[in-house]
Structures are given as C-alpha cells and as structure tokens.
C-alpha cells in the first residue's frame, strides 16, 4: 500500500502489516516510523517536549505515523507485544496530555530483552 502525505505530514491509510520480521527494515512500515521520528525530533527540546504549540498539530502528524508504523511491525515481532503496545500507550497519553515532558515508563518497564 502506498502512503498519501499531505503538506501537514499527515497520513491517508495504514501501512502493510509485516509478519516477517526479516523484511520489517525495508517495510513501508518501518520507512513510516523512521521518517515520522526523524521529523519529530526538530519540535522537541532537550527534555523531550514540544513546547511551542504551534508545532502541536504537526507532531500529532509525526506520533499517529509513529503509532501506524508500530502497530504494523508489530505481528512481525510477538515477543516484543507487550513492549509494544505499551508504546503506543505512551505515545497516545503524551499527546493527550499536551507534549510535555514525554513519560514512557510504562514501555520502559515492558521493555525485557533478555527474555
């Protein structure tokens, strides 16, 4: 599936799931995830927040592609599930509550690698 940009870095459609952890770093999924990231960092300070809220609706942008990219990648790594969706927890929370100093401690707790 390909993906429709607009000039608000918004997004129409989802990225193709990806079951195959193999081929996840040259899916459009990760591309979506990647790029949405690298163009988030540019509206945040030191701290992690994006104070300025007239950057607030293009990091809405940024997090739902964010969010569209893990939930894609997701079946591709089931043993990372619970990590995962808790990151997207914490991202949903952070634009809730305003972009402030971001608080991903629940993914961090999730995160067990060496299990």
């Known amino acids: ?29 990760w591309a979506l995830l990647k790029d949405a990231a690298v163009a988030l960092r540019p509206l945040q300070v030191k701290d992690g927040s994006v104070p300025n809220a007239g950057d607030h609706d293009a990091a809405r942008g940024h997090v739902a592609a964010i969010i569209a990219g893990i939930r894609a ?3 591709a790594f089931p043993h990372d599930a619970e990590y995962l969706e808790a990151s997207v927890k914490d991202f949903e929370r952070w634009v ?20």
């Open 73 to 75: 990648l997701a079946p």
């Open 96 to 115: 809730a509550e305003g972009f402030g100093v971001p608080d991903f401690l629940d993914s961090l707790v999730a995160f067990q690698p060496q299990q």
């Open 1 to 29: 599936m390909s993906l429709i940009t607009t000039p608000s870095n918004a997004f129409i459609g989802e990225p193709e799931v990806v079951e195959d952890a193999s081929v996840a770093e040259s899916s459009a999924a």
